[in-house]
Nanobody, 119 residues
Framework: QVQLVESGGGLVQPGGSLRLSCATS????????MAWYRQVPGKERELFAR???????NYADSVKGRFTISRDNAKNTMELQMNSLKPEGTAVYYC?????????????WGQGTQVTVSS
């Protein structure tokens, strides 16, 4: 059974920074991809950053240039560095992991961590 646990959320002022971590119970490099999502009330859950097993990354336009997704292989964690945070970035942030793009593949989710950007 795979477990994902997010940490690092909290309250930050506009323009500030936060670093989120996603700890995995299994072998992180065994996943095809890991990703960060966020969700605010009344809106769809948004995929905004993803890292593929081969190291390739992609970002939504809303966070490009401000957020950086990475892996810490020694700690078996996925990291998210968030800079220049905006009030509209207030959301619950979720970690996910995909085993494969195949139909038989599985997607795992963490419980989420609250990020609030406010003065």
């Amino acid at each position: 059974q795979v477990q994902l646990v997010e940490s690092g959320g909290g309250l930050v002022q506009p323009g500030g920074s936060l670093r989120l971590s996603c700890a995995t119970s299994g072998n992180m490099l065994g996943f095809f991809a890991m990703a960060w999502y966020r969700q605010v009330p009344g809106k769809e859950r948004e995929l905004f950053a993803r890292i593929i097993r081969n190291g390739n990354t992609n970002y939504a336009d809303s966070v490009k240039g401000r957020f950086t997704i990475s892996r810490d292989n020694a700690k078996n964690t996925m990291e998210l560095q968030m800079n220049s945070l905006k009030p509209e970035g207030t959301a619950v942030y979720y970690c996910s992991a995909q085993t494969s793009l195949a139909v038989e593949g599985r997607t795992y989710w963490g419980q989420g961590t609250q990020v609030t950007v406010s003065s």
